[in-house]
């Protein structure tokens, strides 16, 4: 086990007032809360962040922390000293499985786990503060995001989802286990909603049912696909050519490849819409082609001749005349 | 961490969840409801995924953050003065109460401020694909 320097993740001195711990978690948790945060490790830091402030805003575990002293480094190895909490009385807060998911072994180590009497053998017993006989109560709802190809969306998929569950044995020790499940992902599927499986949730107390497990789906960044609700966008360059005079080309999309017809006269930035060839569904979205207009490079002399005589052909074509820049 | 707001601190939240490719061979496979449009919730489905209490829903719905249909009940329900029971959520308005959720208990903002930050964050992810699509050119 690593230990954890919270004052260090929160940004702060070790001897900061708890104004200070405060406002620093608040700006912290801003920038990396997962439902806001783009960083591409939001969900992490957010976690750390957390558990540091859980720590650091107690006093009662603030004061117990600095006892560990201030020599500690982060990622050091680390193993609690065997009295190291003598003398403090921790309050409040139950330690539940989904806590454990949210906490690292180290503070597991610190403030979890059997520390105090009834306190760890919670989830194992069943019931929040210990039920009263033959109490019944279903289980947690779980709710994760996955990310599937978008192609997964055209065709339905099978995928498997491997999630981290808590569990808490009876001797009150927290660990996660690995959990794997076959999804089947539906055909016409779009970004942001959410599959039920019912049944996969945290397992229910006494004869209460299990919880459901939710599934939200994300897409994955596509190499040339952009999708905006059931609407599946590509930018497709052509030639000079293609574009003024009109062409058949063949264009990739996630159904297959088409034929496309590119009208005579086409600019860069025209769309063309194929009529419900996005995501398909009752009401299938459709799927837009963005022209780019490509230019052949010219490195050898003959090529460069072409584009000079280009030059002397288009003499009076000037594209910047929309910008009064005449000449 | 418990708040006023009624999320009752403990996220169910699964973490870590990764998609693997293809598919264990030793399991079976699931086939799960898929929530569009038409696949409608209740109150009740609400709070349990969001691990909120019924009151919290409430309140999302007089400040307009979601807006849900409303099912005829019975006459039984309705002289109860259930209207609750009626109201009929979709996938997108879980999701939106239980980011409500998260983002009031996590942030200490209230619940204008939550609203503020939704609406926002639509409009990041609108300015983002244009972005993108403004990159790719």
Same mark, same amino acid.
């Given at each position: 086990m690593e230990y954890k320097d919270y004052y260090k993740i929160m940004g702060v001195a070790r001897d900061a007032p708890q104004e200070d711990i405060k406002r620093a978690y608040r700006k912290l948790a801003r920038k990396y809360h997962p439902d806001v945060s783009k960083e591409a490790d939001a969900e992490a830091r957010f976690k750390e962040v957390g558990e540091a402030y859980e720590v650091l805003q107690d006093p009662e575990k603030r004061a117990a922390y600095d006892r560990l002293g201030a020599n500690w480094k982060a990622n050091q190895e680390f193993r609690p000293p065997p009295d190291w909490n003598a003398g403090f009385e921790f309050s409040g807060h139950e330690f539940s499985q989904a806590d454990a998911a949210k906490y690292s072994d180290f503070f597991e180590s610190l403030f &979890? !786990?059997? @520390?105090?009497? !009834? @306190? !760890?053998a919670e989830g194992a017993s069943g019931g929040r503060g210990g039920g009263p006989e033959g109490f019944h109560r279903r289980g947690e709802d779980r709710y994760a995001k996955i990310l599937i190809g978008l192609e997964d969306a055209y065709e339905g998929a099978t995928r498997a989802i491997t999630l981290q569950i808590p569990q808490v044995d009876a001797s009150g020790h927290v660990s996660t286990r690995e959990h794997t499940l076959n999804v089947k992902i539906p055909k016409g599927i779009r970004a942001r909603q959410q599959i039920r499986l019912a049944g996969q949730g945290a397992p229910g107390h006494g004869q209460a049912p299990a919880g459901d497990l939710y599934l939200e789906i994300e897409f994955g960044p596509h190499p040339y696909y952009r999708v905006d609700g059931s609407d599946v966008y590509l930018d497709l360059p052509v030639s000079p050519w293609e574009a003024e005079l009109g062409a058949a080309v063949k264009t990739p999309t996630p159904g297959g490849i088409v034929d496309l017809k590119i009208p005579p006269h086409s600019t860069a930035g025209k769309k063309l819409r194929l009529k419900g060839? &996005?995501?398909? &569904?009752?009401t299938p979205g459709d799927f837009f082609v963005v022209l780019q207009i490509a230019l052949p490079a010219a490195p050898i002399e003959e090529d460069k001749d072409f584009y000079r005589r280009m030059s002397e052909h288009f003499k009076s074509f000037n594209p910047r005349a929309g910008l009064g820049a005449t000449g | 961490m418990k708040s006023k707001n009624g999320h009752q601190g403990s996220s169910p939240c699964v973490q870590g969840a990764q998609e693997a490719p293809g598919s264990a061979a030793d399991t079976p496979d699931l086939s799960g409801t898929l929530l569009d449009d038409q696949h409608l919730l209740t109150v009740e489905d609400v709070c349990r995924v969001c691990a909120v209490r019924i009151e919290y829903i409430e309140e999302l719905v007089e400040e307009g953050l979601i807006t849900p249909q409303v099912e005829q009940v019975d006459a039984l329900h309705a002289a109860k003065g259930h209207?609750?029971?009626s109201w009929r959520f979709t996938g997108m308005h879980m999701r939106q109460a239980r980011i409500a959720a998260h983002l009031q208990s996590d942030l200490g903002i209230n619940l204008a401020g939550v609203a503020l930050a939704l609406q926002l964050l639509d409009e990041v992810e609108v300015l983002r694909m244009r972005v993108k699509a403004i990159d790719a050119t």
């Open positions: &979890g !786990g059997n @520390f105090r009497a !009834g @306190f !760890g060839r &996005g995501i398909p &569904g009752k | 209207e609750l029971q």
